[in-house]
């Protein structure tokens, strides 16, 4: 799982939606304006990186918020950290 996170965030634009989602939940209009690329890009975007268990969708009525998974990125950057005491 962590490599399908790492390729997931191997994109420029899926590192500009996840940098959107760090200050918290966002709906697709507002990510649309802050990563400035057409609907149809960001929803495969979007897709990939739920499929990667990187983001979470939450169904508002006719919206949908997004927002970052805590967990998957803690196991990415953990992965990418060496933590053992030495």
Not at 37 to 59: C, D, F, M, Q
Not at 61 to 85: K, M
Request: proline fraction near 5%; hydrophobic fraction near 45%; glycine fraction near 6%.
């Amino acid at each position: 799982m962590t490599a399908a996170r790492l390729a997931a965030l191997g994109d420029p634009t899926r590192l500009r939606i996840v940098a959107a989602l760090r200050s918290g939940k966002r709906c697709v209009c507002d990510l649309r304006v802050q990563v400035n690329v057409p609907a149809n890009l960001l929803s495969y975007h979007l897709k990939v990186l739920r499929e990667a268990g990187i983001i979470t969708a939450t169904r508002r009525g006719r919206w949908i918020d997004y927002s970052l998974d805590p967990g998957a990125l803690e196991q990415v950057r953990a992965t990418l950290v060496d933590e053992r005491p030495r």
